[in-house]
């Protein structure tokens, strides 16, 4: 699968602890996008990458969240103590840059936290 | 503010009946409208979008900027066509970020 890939695919984590999740793009899209996604809701924007330079970040991505993509290639998504409303699929996305071009995602990382 | 709003949560459908999904989008310039579907158990995936005007698995939108909507219909509903349709919108930024609505469940009964 060539496709967009997420690591891990769940996580359970207690109250308090750190997480990290990892997206691997489409080798050759220069852009990336993060998502989170809660139970019967669509998907929502957390921030996004061109390259290696994080371009805008939602007020979704609390002080708690950070998110890189040192070398433009794959990224990180980091959350710090994390907390039950954290609880959710973490979606990742990737596409060349242009107007008319297709985001491809990833399965997704969901979150639990207990 | 940037919203797409799809009413239904669930639609049930029976096999051959004609299937409309409805969106409806506020945004202040000229968006581009998106589909997106979600088979069980498969990653979110382009269905189609507005400026191809195109037909895939014989899906069709036509955005109505007077309506500001983007509906998706099909004439004739397929079993395979049950899973989780998302409307989608992206702005005229450049960003390529995508506001979802919330998503509407097609059941397709036999």
């Known amino acids: 699968d060539t496709g967009v890939s997420q690591d891990p695919r769940h996580k359970i984590t207690k109250r308090g602890q750190n997480v990290t999740f990892r997206c691997d793009p489409i080798?050759?899209?220069?852009?990336l996008y993060w998502y989170r996604q809660t139970l019967g809701q669509g998907p929502e924007f957390l921030t996004y990458?061109?390259?290696?330079?994080?371009?805008?970040k939602s007020r979704l991505l609390s002080d708690r969240f950070s998110a890189e993509r040192p070398k433009g290639s794959f990224s990180t998504l980091e959350i710090q103590r994390t907390e039950q409303g954290d609880s959710a699929m973490y979606l990742c996305?990737?596409?060349?840059?242009?107007?008319?071009?297709?985001?491809?995602f990833g399965q997704g990382t969901r979150l639990t936290v207990v | 503010a940037q919203r797409v709003t799809q009413p239904e949560k669930l639609l049930s459908v029976f096999k051959g009946a004609p299937v409309e999904l409805k969106c409806n989008y506020s945004y202040s310039g000229s968006p581009e409208l998106f589909w997106y579907v979600q088979y069980s158990r498969q990653r979110l995936q382009l269905l189609l979008r507005?400026?191809s005007r195109e037909s895939i698995k014989g899906f069709t939108a036509d955005l109505n900027k007077g309506e500001t909507s983007f509906h998706l219909k099909k004439p004739f509903a397929q079993e395979e066509d049950s899973a989780m349709y998302y409307c989608a919108l992206t702005g005229s930024s450049n960003t390529g970020k995508l506001i979802f609505g919330q998503g509407t469940t097609l059941q397709v009964k036999p």
């Open positions: 990458f061109q390259n290696e330079a994080q371009l805008e």
């Open positions: 080798s050759e899209h220069n852009r």
């Open positions: 507005h400026i």
């Open positions: 996305a990737s596409r060349r840059e242009g107007r008319v071009t297709e985001a491809f």
